[in-house]
């Protein structure tokens, strides 16, 4: 079975523009969440999604935005980039929701702000 | 390879020794914590979990232990292995929050020496 699925893998944007990443998640998973990970802040929450609904949502600005498509599948987006928003963007995916489900994560999208 | 913390708390362990890793969490209405591994490119990977009303899991070569009255979780590796160098990520969940949500430690890096 396939894993989940992030694309693209590298992303090089300028500051000021707008970037979208999409994440499949593995097949029957309904559940996606978005974490962005740095060097200096770790692993963070950024949503989640759950059959197309927004279930939580992390402390960032509201330049970062997510979706989720009837098949499960989810894309964020980041508007008018700063250089601190370079970092690790990693999606999971999860069968279901609550404690003891286990949450599956892609390999991530390396976004650069220059 | 990806950077995944450049201040991260270090472990340099013996190939053939026992490694434990420590985490201390932080939210006592968390009911449910996990233990990852990232490798360098990839995303975290699922190791084992366990449910706030155990105080010791074991898998194929790891245990997980959960001491609730000092909120602390260690991660035990038997007979570490070369190919268990990578950076460890505690993360929680909290039972008042029905979705997926996780909040990660700052993660180890453990070395293993040849």
């Known amino acids: 079975k396939a894993g989940v699925t992030q694309t693209p893998r590298y992303l090089i944007k300028t500051r000021g523009q707008q970037v979208t990443l999409s994440c499949s998640p593995i097949?029957?998973?309904?559940?996606v969440s978005w974490y962005q990970q740095t060097p200096g802040q770790g692993l963070q929450f950024l949503f989640e999604?759950?059959?197309?609904?927004?279930?939580n949502k992390g402390n960032f600005p509201g330049r970062f935005s997510g979706r989720q498509f009837s098949n499960s599948r989810s894309e964020m987006n980041v508007s008018t980039l700063e250089l601190g928003d370079s970092a690790l963007y990693l999606c999971?995916?999860?069968?279901?929701?609550?404690?003891?489900?286990?949450?599956?994560f892609g390999q991530g999208t390396r976004l650069t702000v220059v | 390879g990806e950077s995944v913390g450049l201040h991260l708390p270090t472990l340099s362990v013996q190939e053939g020794d026992n490694s434990i890793i420590n985490c201390a969490y932080s939210?006592?209405?968390?009911?449910?914590f996990i233990w990852y591994k990232q490798e360098s490119g990839k995303g975290p990977q699922f190791i084992i979990d366990?449910?706030?009303?155990?105080d010791k899991r074991q898998g194929q070569r790891v245990t997980v232990l959960l001491n609730k009255t000092v909120k602390h979780l260690s991660l035990q590796i038997a007979a570490t292995q070369p190919g268990d160098s990578a950076v460890y990520f505690c993360?929680?969940?909290?039972?008042?929050?029905?979705?997926?949500?996780?909040?990660f430690g700052g993660g180890t890096r453990l070395m293993v020496k040849p």
């Open positions: 999971a995916s999860s069968l279901a929701l609550g404690a003891g489900t286990e949450a599956f």
């Open positions: 097949s029957g998973h309904r559940s």
């Open positions: 999604y759950f059959s197309e609904t927004q279930r």
């Open positions: 939210n006592s209405a968390s009911d449910y």
């Open positions: 366990i449910r706030s009303n155990m």
């Open positions: 993360a929680e969940k909290p039972n008042n929050n029905a979705g997926n949500m996780l909040t």
